[in-house]
């Protein structure tokens, strides 16, 4: 067989463009008044905060003002595209700007398809044009159109529940989905569809039958690589299965949510088992299933499985696992009875958090966890109660909710003395309390001291605890002597910071050798020389900023003033050059502005992160969700001694935050005194005085 490239010219020319083609050449073509579009990606723009940061790279170049911009990022390609260029998935296009001036940009689409606007805080979505019957249904031999029938149909329309609700199939589509699982049975193919059926409890028992011996002998010793053992499992069970028990226990703690769909004291013992096994994701299934069997009320029930997680000495992260749970039921069960929506549910829930941190029918464990998540509500409880005429907490009295908050307050410290966040958490979730390490207390210290020597704690806990000891200058040797040698060969292990203000502990604990001039630092050193692994090549200079010399600040330069991509290189040859001329960061960053060779964007970001030398924020873009920006951003804007250009980056930063465009989207949510005090900031710094 020839191969394409020697193939004849005519078979050439008459070959259909890739989808991928149609859509590149169309993109190509969009842009001008005040709408860019960025070219397609690469795997370098691997999210939406890397196309933002391509996007003012692109203005920066030309020379462009403001401007609004589309864009889509490599996992967007990675889902929509096959290797072959053809589209098998929608195409999200995100952007930024004006919204409107986007879709006036966009358009309706390449021929032969549509684009779909997602609204004003969500993506566009690309996608081809199919076509339906008179019922509403999709040629089975239409990949495009069966795909996009399914996914019309696994569109919950209800997500306020824990198990979603989907709408109910008409005569045509039920009979429709039931002729795919016609035989013969390939289960792969017959995924979707079964899929689809089961969420309205529509496989019958033959079907549920005979896709349990397909998936069987098609997925042997995987059977959890299947994408519909959820809805088959469930199947099984609803039909009293022989076979669901056995099948159950073979997909082990992952069965936990669907056992809990279909209550029964096999079940129930099968997730206890699992959750007392250390398994956190079955903690809630263990809560639901024993409420569904023995107590009703949500309180009493955690109170005995609490008493069975302390005789069998169950891990911190069990515990977590419970007491989420806990506040989940207790704000479902109000929500039913009261009818109350999403936000008043988010509501409900802090006071939740605020009641059982000081409810003694709860261990002390779960008091400690309610503790730290009532820190950042307790302000919201206590605006919520005194909300004349407008409160969301149906039901709820004022007088009541008050005095909650008060003994919580009385009782935090005690509380929360010597805790810390969960470090295996989502990490934008221990971005969310970065700013409550500015000081330190002396019972931090010794939380963070004690996560660094635990062998348990991950990379991800070790970058943020050990970057908090470095940058506040009270990491030790003993420091070092915990992480090298003992855990280098986890050190060296890959990890991606995308998202964080800390770094990769092997770079901090490398900064950290060096500065202490341990001997450990020479193997380190050494290390981040070599030629393996690839994935440390982008982050050997960071290590610079460990006793820093004119040499390691003439390298991090050449590569600053180079165009390589920047992942912390700028921000540290600030910091190096701070600390050998014995100045704060602030001012060297400031003298930068408008230097050539300095991508703007990275720069601006840098003069933010810099403002506090003690803890300086490392997240590789702004970050309009986070507290730490905020703060530091005012007070670049408000510094007496920098250049006017500086302090209107602080000042744009600010009003650029999402505590003024999208408080919304905010975790913890805004008060309205914060959102009030933020406003008149931005208020009075907008009369020309910054």
Not at 411 to 418: E, F
Not at 441 to 465: H, I, N, S, Y
Not at 559 to 565: A, C, E, I, R
Not at 645 to 666: C, M, N, S, V
Request: glycine share 8%.
């Amino acid at each position: 067989m020839k191969s394409p490239d020697t193939a004849p010219p005519g078979n050439r020319a008459a070959r259909r463009p890739s989808d991928f083609t149609t859509i590149t050449t169309w993109w190509r073509g969009l842009g001008g008044d005040g709408f860019l579009v960025l070219p397609p990606p690469k795997r370098d723009r691997y999210t939406q905060s890397d196309g933002h940061e391509d996007a003012a790279e692109l203005l920066a170049v030309r020379g462009l003002g403001p401007a609004s911009f589309a864009y889509w990022h490599w996992q967007s390609h990675e889902r929509a595209f096959d290797r072959s260029g053809a589209l098998t998935g929608e195409l999200l296009l995100h952007w930024g700007g004006h919204h409107v001036a986007v879709a006036v940009g966009l358009g309706e689409g390449p021929a032969g398809f549509r684009i779909v606007d997602g609204g004003s805080q969500g993506a566009f979505r690309l996608d081809r044009i199919t076509h339906r019957d008179e019922a509403g249904l999709p040629d089975p031999v239409d990949p495009d159109g069966v795909r996009q029938f399914l996914h019309a149909l696994d569109e919950p329309v209800d997500r306020s529940s824990t198990s979603f609700r989907y709408r109910s199939l008409s005569s045509a589509e039920a009979e429709w989905l039931h002729d795919r699982l016609r035989d013969p049975l390939d289960p792969t193919a017959a995924t979707r569809f079964a899929v689809s059926l089961e969420r309205r409890d529509e496989l019958t028992p033959d079907e549920t039958e005979r896709l349990l011996r397909a998936w069987r002998v098609e997925y042997e010793e995987r059977l959890g690589e299947w994408g519909a053992w959820r809805e088959l499992l469930h199947a099984l069970l609803r039909h009293g299965h022989e076979e669901a028990w056995e099948t159950a226990a073979g997909l082990g703690p992952r069965a936990s949510d669907v056992l809990c769909q279909v209550p029964s004291e096999r079940g129930l013992a099968m997730v206890r088992a699992f959750a007392l096994d250390g398994d956190c994701g079955s903690v809630r299934g263990w809560l639901a299933l024993h409420r569904s069997l023995h107590e009703p009320d949500a309180i009493r029930a955690a109170v005995a499985l609490a008493a069975e997680l302390t005789a069998s000495s169950a891990p911190e992260t069990s515990w977590r696992g419970l007491y989420d749970a806990l506040i989940g039921d207790v704000t479902a069960d109000w929500r039913q009875e009261t009818g109350a929506d999403h936000q008043a549910g988010r509501s409900y829930a802090a006071l939740a958090a605020v009641r059982f941190a000081t409810d003694e029918r709860l261990p002390h464990p779960m008091r400690v966890l309610a503790a730290r998540v009532a820190r950042d509500q307790v302000d919201l409880v206590r605006e919520e109660a005194l909300g004349s005429g407008r409160s969301v907490l149906v039901g709820i009295d004022t007088a009541e909710a008050l005095a909650a908050a008060d003994r919580y307050e009385a009782a935090r410290d005690g509380l929360l003395s010597g805790t810390g966040p969960d470090l295996a958490a989502y990490e934008g979730t221990l971005g969310r309390v970065w700013h409550r390490y500015r000081t330190l207390t002396d019972a931090d210290v010794r939380w963070l001291r004690e996560r660094v020597a635990d062998p348990e704690t991950g990379l991800q806990g070790l970058g943020f605890c050990l970057e908090l000891l470095l940058a506040h200058g009270l990491a030790t040797e003993a420091d070092v002597e915990a992480l090298v040698p003992r855990r280098l060969k986890d050190l060296t292990k890959t990890y991606r910071t995308t998202y964080t203000e800390w770094r990769h502990p092997l770079v901090t604990s490398t900064c950290l050798a060096l500065d202490l001039d341990h001997p450990a630092a020479g193997k380190l050193v050494a290390w981040w020389s070599g030629a393996r692994p690839v994935w440390k090549d982008k982050l050997r200079l960071l290590t610079h900023l460990g006793a820093p010399d004119e040499a390691k600040a003439a390298e991090l330069w050449e590569f600053v003033v180079s165009g390589g991509h920047d992942v912390g290189q700028l921000m540290t040859w600030v910091l190096v050059r701070a600390r050998l001329d014995g100045e704060h960061p602030l001012f060297v960053a400031d003298r930068l502005l408008g230097t050539p060779g300095i991508r703007e964007h990275v720069l601006h970001r840098v003069l933010i992160g810099v403002a506090d030398p003690q803890q300086p924020l490392w997240h590789y873009a702004v970050d309009p969700r986070s507290r730490s920006w905020w703060q530091r951003a005012l007070e670049v804007a408000e510094h007496p001694g920098l250049s006017p250009e500086a302090r209107a980056i602080g000042l744009r930063t600010a009003r650029e935050h999402f505590l003024i465009r999208h408080p919304d989207q905010l975790s913890p949510t805004p008060t309205e005194a914060e959102r009030a005090e933020a406003l008149a900031w931005i208020d009075r710094h907008t009369d020309g005085s910054v």
